[in-house]
């Protein structure tokens, strides 16, 4: 075997700037030069397998190299670039492939057990495991898509859905960040709309498992800033409509009002209170066995219910009153009236109070009595106010059960 050593070789042929070799020949350069505008081409079983061009783009598989590494295959054949290690192995589905697949599709294949990331600024920000989760600000996802935004800062984590042709902002997905509860939130532009509070942990101010709707704090299991609106699928005129200040009962049918209050229901309130014996005139001293008041509220709407009954009477002038209603009779045009319930045998008229009087702009009540014979008692069916000389001083006395019904302002 013969060896052909050669240095500074140059050949001047300016049509072609190649270097051949042949079988049995060694190593002839350890550096490849051309002249001029022209291209370097390597060879192979007399076919171009690479070309360097004139601006140093590389291309193998392709004369007109179109980037610093350019890799082309003829027709829709695969073309990949593989990476490999001593580790990995160096056969076929061993270490990494970069590919342009028979069908163009692009990929990128991990053919190891391994995870695989992206960095940017020289900081890890995806990866997926070898498992398949992928985390975004996390290289420990935990789930299949594992968000987790920075601990140290208010950096949420954040997902975006942004439509920049329509001009309406974009809708995103958020966790709570740092120093606050650990909570979901959705919204739109710079809008949180629905906040979903998962941990009180780290100071936050909602409630485990509440929901807000335009309100990043909720305060109870579901909580709307705003208002709830239930209508007609067929008429929108005719709906439901809650707010803080009530619940609108809107009806277009017939008969209905047209006032803008009409139909809003603005209160409901139920509870109880003290009722009291008192006098038009000078008040009586009175020892109670019984005072047991309650009432409900619905509207401008008030039913009270009450049971009186005393130990001692006495003193005092005037016609006799039920005092301390839980809300104001109404300034309406007319009395309000109701029917009460006496006890008989526990009054000094000789027959039951059976009749009971409200009057507008008062938390008072006038007990009647009515239908009885006899000249004090009412005569021929008339009614009479009771007055405190129809009181008995005596014990379990002057009982009344009264269930009254008046409106308010």
């Not at 208002?227 to 009806?251: A, M, P, Y």
């Not at 401008?300 to 130990?311: Q, S, Y």
């Not at 007055?387 to 308010?408: A, I, K, P």
């Amino acid at each position: 075997m013969s060896t052909l050593k050669a240095k500074n070789v140059q050949h001047l042929d300016s049509s072609s700037a190649n270097i051949q070799t042949t079988q049995g020949g060694g190593t002839i350069l350890t550096g490849v030069s051309t002249i001029g505008n022209s291209n370097l081409v390597v060879e192979s079983n007399a076919s171009e397998g690479v070309r360097i061009d004139s601006s140093g783009n590389v291309g193998i598989g392709t004369d007109n190299p179109i980037q610093k590494l350019h890799l082309a295959s003829s027709g829709s054949g695969n073309v990949s670039l593989n990476i490999t290690n001593d580790t990995t192995g160096h056969s076929a589905g061993s270490g990494a492939e970069f590919s342009l697949g028979a069908d163009e599709q692009v990929q990128i294949w991990n053919y190891e057990n391994t995870y695989f990331r992206l960095a940017t600024n020289n900081s890890e920000k995806v990866r997926v495991s070898a498992g398949g989760s992928m985390g975004i600000g996390t290289n420990d996802p935990q789930c299949l898509l594992h968000l987790e935004g920075n601990k140290t800062s208010d950096t949420r984590a954040k997902i975006i859905l942004a439509d920049n042709q329509s001009g309406n902002g974009d809708f995103f997905f958020e966790s709570g960040g740092a120093g606050s509860q650990n909570e979901f939130r959705m919204g739109e532009g710079s809008d949180v709309m629905i906040t979903v509070v998962g941990d009180v942990a780290g100071g936050g101010t909602g409630t485990r498992g509440y929901v807000g709707i335009n309100t990043t704090v909720p305060r109870e299991t579901v909580s709307i800033a705003g208002t709830i609106r239930v209508e007609n699928t067929t008429n929108s005129d005719e709906r439901l409509i809650i707010t803080h200040e009530g619940i609108d009962f809107q009806n277009t049918g017939a008969g209905s009002s047209t006032a803008s209050t009409a139909h809003t229901l603005d209160d409901y309130e139920e509870g109880t209170w003290t009722p009291e014996y008192t006098a038009s005139g000078t008040a009586p001293t009175f020892t109670y066995d019984n005072q047991i008041g309650v009432y409900t509220k619905i509207g401008n709407l008030v039913t009270v219910g009450w049971r009186i009954r005393t130990d001692s009477a006495s003193g005092g002038s005037g016609n006799l009153w039920v005092t301390n209603l839980p809300f104001t009779i109404g300034n309406t045009d007319f009395d309000q009236r109701g029917v009460a319930a006496i006890w008989s045998n526990d009054w000094n008229t000789g027959g039951n109070p059976n009749h009971c009087t409200g009057r507008k702009g008062e938390n008072n009540v006038q007990l009647s009595v009515w239908g009885l014979t006899g000249d004090d008692q009412g005569t021929g069916g008339q009614s009479r106010l009771l007055t405190v000389s129809d009181f008995v001083n005596s014990l379990n006395s002057n009982q009344s059960y009264c269930t009254f019904t008046y409106f308010v302002d």
